[in-house]
């Protein structure tokens, strides 16, 4: 148990390029707070003018789906073609669809 | 012969950043973790880029003097008999060439990193003094220096922030960070006052209007401080004594062997590239 409590916790950052785009994950790196988790994320991940704005979320708030279940979960969307919007037959008048 | 006065004045801005840019280069692949070793060398990084800018202003200044101006400049005899062969000398000259004598750094740049909170306490001290310096130095007639001023303030700003931050941390932090934080604070102390002493080159650029009137920043920058190290939960630092020299060619032990690890190779195997 000591030997965790000396560890930073982990930290995952998202990293948003430009104005308009989302934030992406760029990340993970320790810090003892979040203020520390912004600024290290800086320098981290910012030194060659990568961002624009920054998010961190301490990593074990993060949820992720089971590996295990990967197949169970995505699989069978495969062949569910019909749930892309690909068989409307588009007025001529709508562009950039 | 006020290029004479702008050129010894910018050597001395350069020293400071430099110095203190190579003390925190010291550390690099040996910071406490990988994401704070990242951030010293990034602001060492700001540091030496700012000297960069005034190294080169400074060697321009140089080169555009008449041979007679330049006839006596530096005390380094590699340096002024480079300058006496009539060659044109660069950044990397000043940076070189110089022995400790002519750098002009003040004694807090100079001192030893030490624990992770000397190197804080280190910072904070001359970061806040930086900041002060270049906001004043935005209205120098000097274009050249109000302009490095400018843009080495983004820098500063944050270079503030993270010491700032980091004399919060440990003073608010256990009973040994606080205890260190308060020894290192007091330790570094004594070589504030030097940096609001005004020197004969400092109150000749004063008058010419190119620089800073340091002393006037100090009660501004003694507030600044002790509001930080009160919301740290630390005591105020306190000085009967306070080191001078540095600015006036009088240092500490410690710039010789900076100067001999920085100096080394351009002196061993001049004009070396890699």
Known sequence: MSNEHKEWPLWEVFIRSKAGLDHKHAGSLHAADAQMAIENARDVYTRRMEGISIWVVESKHIHASNPEEADAFFDPAQDKIYRHPTFYNLPDELKHM | ?274
């Open chain 2, 1 to 274: 012969m006020s290029s004479v006065t702008t050129l010894k004045y910018t050597l001395q801005l350069a020293d400071n950043v430099l110095i203190m840019g190579q003390r925190l280069a010291a550390l690099c692949g040996k910071g406490p973790i990988l994401e704070q070793d990242i951030a010293l060398t990034n602001i060492s990084l700001d540091q030496i880029g700012q000297a960069r800018s005034l190294y080169q202003y400074a060697a321009t200044i140089v080169n555009n003097m008449s041979v007679a101006d330049k006839a006596q400049l530096f005390n380094a005899p590699l340096l002024q008999e480079k300058i006496n062969s009539k060659l044109s000398i660069t950044e990397d000259d000043l940076a070189y060439l110089r022995d400790a004598w002519d750098y002009r750094n003040c004694l807090l740049v100079e001192q030893e990193n030490g624990d992770w909170a000397y190197t804080v306490a280190r910072s904070f001290f001359f970061d806040r003094f930086q900041y002060l310096l270049y906001t004043a130095m935005l209205k120098s007639t000097d274009s050249t220096l109000a302009a490095i001023a400018e843009k080495s303030l983004k820098e500063v700003q944050y270079h503030i922030k993270w010491a700032s931050e980091w004399v919060i941390r440990l003073g608010d932090g256990t009973d040994i960070s606080k205890e260190k934080m308060q020894q290192a604070l007091q330790a570094r102390w004594e070589y504030t006052g030097e940096m609001f002493t005004m020197n004969e080159l400092e109150k000749e650029a004063y008058n010419i209007g190119i620089g800073v009137d340091v002393s006037q920043l100090q009660q501004t920058y003694q507030q600044q401080i002790e509001t930080i190290v009160q919301e740290a939960g630390l005591q105020m630092p306190t000085a009967a004594w306070m080191q001078t020299g540095g600015k006036n060619g009088v240092h500490t032990e410690h710039l010789g062997y900076i100067l001999a690890e920085m100096q080394y190779l351009q002196r061993a195997y001049p004009n070396m590239e890699w």
